[in-house]
Each structure stands twice: as structure tokens, then as C-alpha cells.
């Protein structure tokens, strides 16, 4: 409501910078500097968010919270406080576009069913805030969160993590979130699949994102919308960590995705929808959805479409690997998806490279613990897309699908000061990335050196939300 009347923190992209100092010191972050002060940041390379090379010699010149000057050999204003990161390379800050900040479902599949059922709502926000920090402090400073949901609640944890972020009450980086998601009876997001009929003592509903039909979808959309959603996801086919449908079978009809795509357009939102099936990413390509998140089973028919179109592909790499790599702790249906979905997705995404499909780098960060979302960019290089390809993914194009590449995406005068810098040279090691030793948010330092110990990424069995890979 307070959104709504512009009175709020909680506008669709909210730019707001921390405004308690000290709580912000008493965190760990160095407050960073007095509003006007200029700061210039120095390092042997720099990358754009754009460009196809890095500059040598980059300087980076910041005032307030603001980039007022970037390239190669810039002279450093007088007064200026100089900080220098040598052999290393300054990037924008990173995005992602595909997490769940304030869920953990890393953990024992089953044990994390249970556990979602047990935890107070105000719990499992709290829970979330060493994930935000791990995020950040990993490189990260603007992410989506594409669905948090509770079962047999309607609270909104991810609206409650952006404005606390916000307002400068947590470390994290800036959250463009999709509050429940919309999905299908009987499809990948309904909270109830696989339990007992009527255990929680209804249907979903719209209220819970669960909506048929295509006036019933409009409604979710509007409900999201009007509380809160800067941006609407849906899943559109089946999932792999979900029990009771199939990976890649289609969950909305043409009429009901033509809703999905209208109405989140016009109000104003993106639409990013979960689709790992061949035909449903089609008639949601056909239907003018922003991003395909997942699209595993896609065929070079599918991707040519989507390139036509203009539509992006958050390949989320990291969730199949990560599940592979302990594919024998979860439930034998899950695996068996699991095992087609991942089987097929390497060579979809080699023909998303070679066909020049946007590729917006997004992760699944929560299917393993945050913090973890740069690997992603190794997976992706070694499927066939260059570094600075990469590196552009995770900045100037997300921008781009996220809708704030006015504000933020590269280093350029007049953009949010969203800074990061890697030792060495990540277009010669692209693991660089998972090394992040300086980050910067809206002018601030958040870090300069080593992580907190505190920002570690454990893997808490803490899950807040149902499974949305
Ligand atoms: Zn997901």
C-alpha cells in the first residue's frame, strides 16, 4: 500500500541509498565516504560492461553515488581519496538474474520439506540475511529474486529483504523481486504438489500464485503487482525439484500465456518464466515473454525464434550441476529429471552461443548455497561462450533484461558507482570472477580484501520456500 502511494521503500526498482551510516558501520561495511567526496578507484585493467577488450590502466573516478568518469590513464582530481587494487580488473558490479535470496534448499531434499512446514515466516527472513551479505560480498550487486513462496502462507519475505537492503538495515545487494510466482494446479510452483489431498486444508489460489484460466492469471498478476512484484515469474513447464509433474511438459494454455505476457506488460513488468520443455518455450517465446529461465529441452528451431524475438535465456548452469553433484541424495523421480534436464541442456546452450541468443547470466542461486553464483561463469565458457562474453552477460546485458541500464550495467558517467574488482585478468582466467576482492555498491565500499567470515555461504537447512528449479 505504501508503495502504491509513493510513500514507501518498496518502489518497483528502488534506488534508494543506505541511509544510517552507522548501522552500516556497525555491520562491518566502511561507510564509504561523505556524500561529495570523490574517490578514484585504480587498477592494471578495467572492463566496461560492454566493450568486447579490457582497457589497460583503468581508472574509475566516483563522486556521491555516482560514476562521473571512467577509462584508460584518467588524472586524479585534486583531493581525491585514491584507492589502488593493482594487478586486478574493475567490472561493474555483477548481476544475476535468477536467485532466491531469502530460500536455502542446498540441504537434504527431504529434511528441507519438512523444515519449510516448521519455521516461523520471521525465522526464515532472518536466515536470509547472511545470504543477502554472502551474495554482495561475493561481486553481486543487483539480483532477482524469481519467487519466494511459503506454504500455506502469503507473507512476502523477498519484499521484506529489498527494503530492509534498502534502508541500509542489511548488507545485499539490490533485489528485483517476483513475490510468489504464478503457476499451474498441479504444476511446478503449486506448494501443495506431492502432499496429501487438502493437508493444508484448501486449494491454492491466486493468493498463493496458483491461478487457471486466463482471467484468473491477470488477477495473479495484479495481485503480485499490488504487492510489491518489480518484476513476474510463472513457470510455464514442468520442474525438476518439484513432485508431481513432468520436466518439460506445458502448464499454460496459448490463451492463458497470452494473459501472463499482457497483463505483466501492461503494468509495466517484466515477465521471466521457468520453462525447461521444448513447446512451451515456444508458445512463450510466441507470446513475448522478456526471459526463458532453464530452457533445457530447447531446440536451434526454439533458440532461432528467440533470437528473432529478442527474447533472453538465463541458462542457470550452476542448479544442474550443483543438484548432479549429489544427484543420489534426492527423491528417484527427481533424479531421473534431473538426469534428462541436465543431459540436455549443454548442447541447447552451445546452439544458444552460436545462434546469438541473448544470454543473461542468472544462477538458481538457494538450489546451492549463495554466494556460489560466479561459478556460473566457468560452465558457461567452458560451453563454448567467450570470457568477455560472459562478463558481459552478468552486467551490461542483464541491465538490459532487468530494465535499469540507464542506471546501472557499466562503468560510465552519470551510472549508480556499482564497482567490483578481480586479482588478474579474468579474459585470460575466467575463475577470476570467483575471487572478488573489492566491491562497491551505489558508492559505498562493501569490501576491500578478504570476505567477513561471516559472509560464507553455509548451507543452513533453513528452507523457506518450495523448490523453483
Ligand atoms: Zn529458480
Avoid at 256 to 272: G, N, P, Q, Y
Avoid at 315 to 341: F, G, N, R, V, W
Avoid at 342 to 364: L, Q
Avoid at 390 to 409: H, M, P
Wanted: proline share 5%; hydrophobic share 40%; glycine share 8%.
Amino acid at each position: 500500500m505504501l508503495a502504491s502511494l509513493g510513500l514507501g521503500y518498496a518502489p518497483s526498482v528502488n534506488f534508494i541509498r543506505p541511509v544510517c551510516i552507522f548501522v552500516i558501520a556497525a555491520l562491518g561495511i566502511e561507510s564509504g565516504a561523505a556524500a561529495d567526496q570523490t574517490i578514484v578507484l585504480k587498477a592494471m585493467r578495467m572492463f566496461d560492461g560492454k566493450s568486447k577488450t579490457l582497457v589497460q590502466n583503468g581508472v574509475v573516478i566516483v563522486q556521491g553515488n555516482k560514476i562521473v568518469d571512467a577509462g584508460s590513464n584518467l588524472p586524479v582530481p585534486d583531493g581525491a581519496r585514491m584507492i589502488d587494487l593493482g594487478d586486478a580488473t574493475l567490472s561493474p558490479g555483477f548481476m544475476d538474474a535468477h536467485t532466491h535470496l531469502t530460500s536455502d534448499y542446498s540441504g537434504n531434499y527431504n529434511e528441507l520439506r519438512l523444515k519449510r512446514l516448521e519455521l516461523n515466516v520471521s525465522e526464515m527472513a532472518y536466515n536470509a540475511i547472511p545470504w543477502a551479505r554472502a551474495t554482495i560480498e561475493a561481486g553481486f550487486t543487483t539480483v532477482r529474486d524469481v519467487g519466494s513462496r511459503i506454504t500455506n502462507s502469503h507473507d512476502f519475505p523477498d519484499v521484506s529483504l529489498r527494503n530492509a537492503i534498502n534502508r541500509g538495515i542489511i548488507a545485499g545487494p539490490r533485489m528485483l523481486v517476483a513475490t510468489h510466482g504464478i503457476g499451474a494446479t498441479g504444476g511446478h510452483f503449486d506448494p501443495t504438489d506431492g502432499f496429501r489431498d487438502f493437508l493444508f486444508g484448501r486449494e491454492p489460489d491466486f493468493t498463493d500464485g496458483i491461478a487457471d484460466g486466463p482471467d484468473e492469471i491477470r488477477k495473479a498478476v495484479r495481485f503480485e503487482v499490488k504487492n510489491s512484484a518489480d518484476v513476474i515469474k510463472a513457470a510455464v513447464s514442468g520442474g525438476v525439484l518439484s513432485l508431481a509433474d513432468e520436466v518439460d511438459t506445458p502448464q499454460f494454455t496459448s490463451a492463458e500465456m497470452t494473459a501472463l505476457v499482457d497483463e505483466s506488460h501492461r503494468l509495466r513488468k517484466k515477465i521471466a518464466v521457468h520453462c525447461h520443455g521444448d513447446q512451451a518455450a515456444r508458445e512463450a517465446i510466441e507470446a513475448g515473454v522478456d526471459s526463458i529461465e532453464h530452457g533445457s529441452f530447447m531446440k536451434p528451431e526454439t533458440l532461432t525464434l528467440m533470437k528473432q524475438k529478442g527474447t533472453f535465456l538465463t541458462p542457470t548452469l550452476m542448479a544442474a550441476e550443483y543438484i548432479m553433484s549429489k544427484i543420489d541424495s534426492y527423491p528417484l523421480a527427481l533424479q531421473a529429471k534431473a538426469k534428462a534436464a541436465t543431459a540436455a541442456r549443454s548442447e541447447m546452450f552451445r546452439n544458444a552461443v552460436k545462434i546469438g541468443v541473448k544470454i543473461s547470466f542468472g544462477t538458481d542461486a538457494a538450489v546451492f548455497p549463495h554466494g556460489q553464483n560466479a561459478k556460473e561463469f566457468k560452465l558457461m565458457v567452458d560451453l563454448g561462450m567467450t570470457p568477455i562474453d560472459a562478463l558481459r552477460s552478468a552486467t551490461s546485458i542483464d541491465a538490459e533484461l532487468f530494465g535499469i541500464a540507464q542506471k546501472v550495467g557499466t562503468l560510465e558517467k552519470g551510472k549508480l558507482a556499482d564497482i567490483i574488482a578481480m586479482p588478474g585478468d579474468p579474459t585470460a582466467d575466467i575463475t577470476a570472477t570467483e575471487r572478488v576482492s573489492f566491491v562497491m555498491k551505489e558508492g559505498r565500499v562493501v569490501r576491500n580484501g578478504p570476505a567477513a567470515p561471516s559472509a560464507s555461504a553455509t548451507s543452513a537447512t533453513d528452507d523457506v520456500t518450495l523448490p523453483a528449479d
